[in-house]
């Protein structure tokens, strides 16, 4: 890109009252064509990822893969995490964590508090939440309070 080129772009980018000062990629090559038709889209963000200003504005798209979990009926699948509530110890009766249990046909939560996040006290919670309804298959994290050998025999002991 040459040096008229690049004071044309910093022209119509800086300028406050122009139609496309500080904006992205597209607005700023459709005006800069109005005028020079042989801008290319490679150039403009070249140009553009050099100012601080717009590499620091810029909107952050993070696109990455997940894993799909499609339940046919209400009890299929159940997704379980420990939500940690530690900072807010000292109000909640020294409850510290949160076990949560989501439906992923109906979307419906059941959430026990613990005080601690040991297998004795994830199985105990997850009793509790047992006695009315119960999972086919379960996914959690892998996280230790579900990863261990007492846990794994509570699952097979219910049929999960």
């Known amino acids: 890109m040459d040096k008229s080129a690049e004071e044309k772009l910093e022209e119509i980018y800086y300028r406050p009252d122009s139609p496309t000062a500080f904006a992205g990629v597209s607005p700023l090559l459709n005006q800069l064509r109005k005028t020079h038709a042989s801008f290319q889209k490679k150039d403009v963000k070249f ?6 200003i717009y590499s620091l504005h810029k909107q952050r ?19 379980c995490d420990l939500v940690d509530m530690r900072q807010y110890q ?5 409850y510290s964590f949160l076990l949560t249990c989501i439906d992923v046909f109906s979307k419906f939560a059941r959430v026990i508090p613990l005080k601690l996040k040991s297998a004795k006290s994830i199985i105990k ?4 939440i047992l006695e009315k309804e119960q999972p086919e298959k379960l996914r959690y994290d892998k996280g230790k309070e579900f990863h261990n050998k007492y846990f794994r025999i509570f699952l097979k002991s219910k049929g999960i």
């Open 47 to 52: 140009w553009l990822e050099k100012h601080a």
């Open 61 to 79: 798209r993070k696109h990455f893969e997940r894993n799909r979990v499609i339940a046919l009926r209400k009890n299929e699948y159940w997704e």
């Open 90 to 94: 000292s109000w909640n009766s020294q």
């Open 125 to 128: 919670a997850f009793s509790i």
